[in-house]
């Protein structure tokens, strides 16, 4: 009898320190890695005022705009867009010609807002401004901060939104960190009363750049 439990007990110790298939698949077996593909290039114009021109389109201070960090290898900025300082969404329309690129994003009526114009006249103009692009997917972002005339632009953003929606455009605020409750700039994240320093311009470019990508989708 003694004999027997001592054999089943040395059979037992070397069933258990003796790896299972399973663990020696697993510590010999060959590793593998995961295959990462890498995002799709996006292309991607702009219409705007100063916030979004650059040097070549006009501005004097080509360091505000977002386009720089909304600009990647994966979203591509293409030149053929239009944005010049200190003009209105009549200024764009009349500047828009047919594009050839993934996505449109548009960043203005910040002057619109200024002359206390009828705002159902500028997401006309808005409206217009794609037709005339010929670009399917579109990008519309909130316009900034705004000291001068701060209810009002905090207004227009709000109708911009549901406006956007209604045309089954992308909505972007890419400025909300930046704005206080009564629509004016929090403290350093503007140069003057309506332009972001260059920090605050590449925040808002990096949020417009993800808006760019959810539209190419």
């Known amino acids: 009898m003694i004999r027997t439990l001592l054999a089943l007990t040395l059979v037992a110790l070397a069933v258990s320190t003796t790896p299972s298939p399973v663990e020696r698949t697993h510590t010999a077996g060959p590793v593998y890695r995961a295959h990462v593909e890498a995002a799709p ?3 991607f114009a702009a219409v705007g005022d100063s916030i979004t021109a650059l040097t070549e389109q006009g501005s004097e201070y080509p360091w505000q705009s977002w386009v720089h960090s909304a600009n990647t290898p994966e979203t591509q900025f293409v030149m053929g867009g ?3 300082p200190g003009r209105t969404t009549d200024d764009m329309l009349a500047g828009t010609v047919p594009l050839d690129v993934d996505v449109l994003v548009i960043e203005g009526a910040v002057n619109d807002v200024n002359l206390h114009r009828d705002h159902a006249g500028i997401l006309a103009n808005l409206t217009a401004i794609v037709a005339a692009s010929t670009v399917v997917r579109v990008v519309v972002a909130a316009i900034p901060p705004n000291d001068r005339n701060p209810a009002d632009a905090l207004t227009y953003n709000a109708e911009l939104e549901r406006y956007a929606a209604e045309q089954g455009w992308v909505f972007v605020d890419p400025w909300a960190a930046f ?3 009564d629509g004016t700039y929090v403290p350093g994240a503007a140069w003057d009363d309506l332009h972001p320093t260059e920090p605050t311009a590449i925040v808002a ?3 417009i750049r993800t808006a760019i990508r959810e539209a190419a989708r």
């Open 205 to 207: 470019g990096l949020l």
């Open 179 to 181: 704005r206080n409750a």
């Open 82 to 84: 239009w944005a010049q």
């Open 41 to 43: 290039v996006c292309t």
